[in-house]
């Protein structure tokens, strides 16, 4: 698979060199040329695989070399050594579960090492990445900003990968207490992994990472390489969830259409399920739930993109003004609205109904969801409402409930369990420098 520029076809690269570079020199995006077409046939076999075989086989075709079959088996199996349930309120699962209920699951992605979805975009990065970079001498360093989950998942894949360092940027004050823990233990601050605790928001973090990227001297000393979803190698491995999880769903509710609500904020998550749908996976429609900070949903709604300033949520990870993806998406439909329409519904929702939302479904169901995925059901149910039920709806759960629990045991009056991955880092102690929103600081520390 080669990959080009959204900002000039002409400039081409492969996987290795979109991964390792992060963004194309001209600033613009990497996307896949010419994304695989699965007859029926095809997708019923991968649809019988275990969901690391599918994922080495879809990989197959959105790499080149020097990746053998045998490695992309061995990176998937080693990736994704934990379970992809899909399961009812109720406690049934896809296999388990009656046509009564048929219509409404939860597709749990966070049953990784760091809770949250980004697992499977980082592990499948962190492992290509090293891949690439086998008997080379050449060493990265990698910059990530975070709003919580994807520090931690990508500091988790590549602890104690050879030449890669990772400098993880977090906002003071602007992530949940459990994810400030994951992130600032990881490695127990002697190995390649870094968290730096920025005076600023999220978005002065994200401004450091690309002001350092703009910074050709850094760049090059530093061989500074990007782990945000702007970055294809994440993109990618989030296609492989819903081409296999669809395949399940529809084997298991052959009559039904098959519609998946993705709780949405820079739209990568949602770039990865278009992607698979284009594939030929069996879905039917992508319901879109934005928590206030909504440009994608009113642009499903107006036709009009105004991207703008986030403000706080109670779903920080979602709190996203300028969605990076929305030109991946735009790409995926030839810019044709009227296309994307018929696929992508949305709704958005504030934080007093997310919270109202939380304790219902905890009080008819005692389900506890993360406040991002409650965002992703409400669309759900929206969705629903309007169109009737007579879909399987596969609502996804992008991050264990624990990891927000300082703002969602309040909400439902009552603790939330906490998982054993989560258990082992609270009694380590944090390791993080305290940097401020300032390039200079940073360059400082890379050097030092
Ligand atoms: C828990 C959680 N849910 C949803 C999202 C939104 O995903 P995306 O930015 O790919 O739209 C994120 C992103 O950080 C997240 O961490």
Request: aromatic share 10%; net charge negative.
């Amino acid at each position: 698979m080669k990959y080009y520029s959204l900002k000039n076809e002409s400039v081409i690269v492969t996987f290795g060199e979109a991964l390792l570079a992060g963004l194309a020199p001209d600033g613009g995006l990497w996307m896949p040329r010419g994304l695989p077409q699965f007859t029926p046939r095809e997708t019923a076999r991968l649809g019988a695989m275990c969901f690391a075989d599918c994922a080495a086989c879809l990989a197959r075709f959105f790499v080149d070399t020097p990746f053998t079959d045998a490695d992309l088996k061995r990176i998937c199996h080693d990736a994704y050594d934990y379970p992809v349930p899909m399961r009812t309120f109720d406690g049934y699962h896809l296999d388990s579960a009656t046509p009564e209920v048929a219509g409404a699951f939860v597709l749990e992605l966070f049953h990784g090492p760091t809770l949250a979805f980004k697992d499977f975009a980082a592990r499948f990065m962190a492992r290509s990445a090293s891949r690439l970079m086998q008997n080379s001498d050449e060493t990265r360093t990698i910059l990530v900003a975070t709003s919580g989950d994807t520090g931690g998942a990508i500091g988790e894949a590549f602890l104690n990968q050879a030449g890669i360092e990772v400098y993880i940027l977090f906002p003071q004050g602007g992530v949940s207490k459990v994810q400030r823990q994951q992130l600032t233990t990881i490695g127990n601050g002697l190995s390649n992994v870094h968290a730096l605790s920025v005076a600023g928001t999220f978005d002065d973090c994200q401004q450091m990472v690309k002001d350092a990227f703009a910074d050709d001297r850094l760049m090059k000393k530093h061989k500074l390489m990007s782990a945000n979803s702007i970055n294809v190698g994440r993109v990618v491995p989030q296609s492989f969830y819903y081409f296999w999880t669809s395949l399940q769903a529809k084997a298991a509710y052959v009559e039904r259409d098959i519609v998946y609500a993705v709780p949405s904020g820079n739209l990568g998550n949602l770039t990865g399920g278009l992607m698979a749908w284009k594939m030929g996976a069996p879905i039917d429609h992508f319901v879109i739930g934005n928590n206030i900070n909504d440009p994608f949903v009113e642009y499903l709604n107006t036709g009009k993109y105004r991207p703008r300033d986030a403000v706080p949520t109670l779903s920080n990870a979602m709190d996203i003004g300028r969605p990076n993806n929305f030109p991946r998406i735009m790409e995926l439909f030839d810019g044709n609205f009227e296309a994307l329409k018929k696929v992508c519904w949305g709704a958005s929702f504030p934080d007093e109904e997310t919270e109202r939302h939380l304790r219902r479904i905890h009080t008819e169901t005692g389900y506890v969801m993360c406040p991002h995925t409650a965002v992703g059901h409400l669309a759900m149910e929206a969705f629903k409402a309007e169109f009737g039920e007579t879909f399987t709806g596969i609502t996804v759960g992008t991050a264990h409930p624990a990891k927000f629990a300082d703002r969602v045991e309040p909400i439902l009056g009552q603790d939330i369990p906490m998982p054993n991955t989560l258990k082992n880092t609270v009694d380590r102690t944090p390791c993080f420098v305290e940097i401020a929103p300032d390039l200079d600081d940073l360059a400082e520390i890379l050097a030092s």
